[in-house]
């Protein structure tokens, strides 16, 4: 997609009327991001739960299946309200998000991070002890662990940076 045809995608997006009630209805907006804001604590928090047990720090009584087990779910399941959430404020304001090279990197960060959770995720539901055969498993554990968090708090702050990066 050219930058010409992004720009009039992201004018006649504005136009809808959808997108205009969007912007009219005064609590959408604050109400969206705070849904958006609580689903990030969830994915966040979860993510640190696996990343320190895989790190050995907390949570070490429990193997890392179980503790994978317990927190991925809040990992995977606030993703579709982040994405739905997500497209109500670029539905807002298009060309604020579409053409922001600030939001590019955050998904592209945000596909990483993804990618690093199925990494550590698939080889557990093919044997539940897979990251703690082996020291050199448990070495890349711990790479995976040290990547995630990164990750997911460079996100939060390509989120937040948005608004302050003008658009192309
Ligand atoms: C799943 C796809 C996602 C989409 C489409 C999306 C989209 C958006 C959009 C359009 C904004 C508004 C930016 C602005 O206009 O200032 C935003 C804000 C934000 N997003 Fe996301 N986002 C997604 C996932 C995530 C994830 C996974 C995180 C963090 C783990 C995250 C963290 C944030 C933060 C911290 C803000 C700033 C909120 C505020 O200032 O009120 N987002 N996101």
Known sequence: MTLQSL??????????SVSQVIQTVGWVIPAVQTVHILAVAAVVTSALMIDLRLLGIRGTEQPIAAIARRFLPFIWWPLPILLATGAILIIAEPARA??????????????AAAGITLACQIPLQRNPAFWEISAGRKRVARLIAVASMPLWVAIICAGRWIAYVQGT
């Open 98 to 111: 579409l053409e922001n090279p600030v939001f590019i990197l955050k998904m592209g960060l945000l596909l």
């Open 7 to 16: 720009d009039s995608f992201c004018s006649w997006l504005a136009a809808t």
